[in-house]
């Protein structure tokens, strides 16, 4: 399956994003997705996580409460909803999706991943 990730920028502390990740494959709702991030000098790390149903979402500690994963399988879409953004937020994000439907906030459990967005929260 190839993502294609969208609606990173440039924004203002405080602000919001939404990122778009579409999927070309028509078996979209049958993988779990997730959102990573990695910043400069950093290693990547999960943001988020969505299961093929929908349900039970997980996020990251850092932006629980601020962000938002969402899918609509009828559009082969995966959303991030980034809300009260930091500058700490700043990063190139990822959408990755995956077969597994357990432990999904490892990296190696997603077999495709997008190109990544960049998302800049200036201070």
């Known amino acids: 399956v190839q993502l294609q990730a969208s609606g990173g920028g440039l924004v203002q502390a405080g602000g919001s994003l939404r990122l778009s990740c579409a999927a070309s494959r028509r078996t979209f709702s049958s993988y779990a997705m997730g959102w990573f991030r990695q910043a400069p000098g950093k290693e990547r790390e999960f943001v988020a996580t969505?299961?093929?149903?929908?349900?039970?979402?997980y996020y990251a500690d850092s932006v629980k409460g601020r962000f938002t994963i969402s899918r609509d399988n009828a559009k082969n879409t995966v959303y991030l909803q980034m809300n009260s953004l930091k500058p700490e937020d700043t990063a190139v994000y990822y959408c990755a999706a995956s077969t597994y439907n357990s432990m999904l906030v490892f990296s190696y459990k997603y077999a495709y991943w997008g190109q990544g967005t960049q998302v800049t929260v200036s201070s």
């Open positions: 969505i299961p093929w149903s929908g349900g039970s979402t």
